[in-house]
């Protein structure tokens, strides 16, 4: 079992940056791929990046591209999304998530998620 915590959410203004973390319990965390997704009112939830268990890999939407970078601290059990550049259309709420499948960027591929944090940028 593992539980994720999400923080770092809140308002800014376009252009400007946040840093989202997500910290898991569980000693089993290094073993676990993790994700951000995120949901707009109205709107379905969307991929927005993964990172490998070993953070060898990393994945993206193309609209965060060049943008946001996820990392990973395994010995914090943390997972982060630095999001650069924001833009009233990033207004969502973002969620992390851990999974075991090689399918990241699909929410199926994810066994635990957090609670999610409000992420709110005005124009």
């Known amino acids: 079992q593992v539980q994720l915590v999400e923080s770092g959410g809140g308002l800014v203004q376009a252009g400007g940056s946040l840093r989202l973390s997500c910290a898991a319990s569980?000693?089993?965390?290094?073993?676990?791929?993790m994700g951000w997704f995120r949901q707009a009112p109205g709107k379905e939830r969307e991929f927005v990046a993964a990172i490998s268990w070993s953070a060898g890999n990393t994945y993206y939407a193309d609209f965060v591209k060049g943008r946001f970078t996820i990392s990973r601290d395994n010995a914090k059990n943390t997972v982060y999304l630095q999001m650069n550049s924001l833009k009233p259309e990033d207004t969502a709420v973002y969620y992390c998530?851990?999974?075991?499948?090689?399918?990241?960027?699909?929410?199926?591929?994810?066994?635990?998620w957090g609670q999610g944090t409000q992420v709110t940028v005005s124009s």
């Open positions: 569980g000693r089993t965390f290094s073993s676990y791929a």
């Open positions: 998530a851990a999974g075991r499948s090689y399918n990241l960027v699909n929410s199926r591929g994810y066994d635990y």
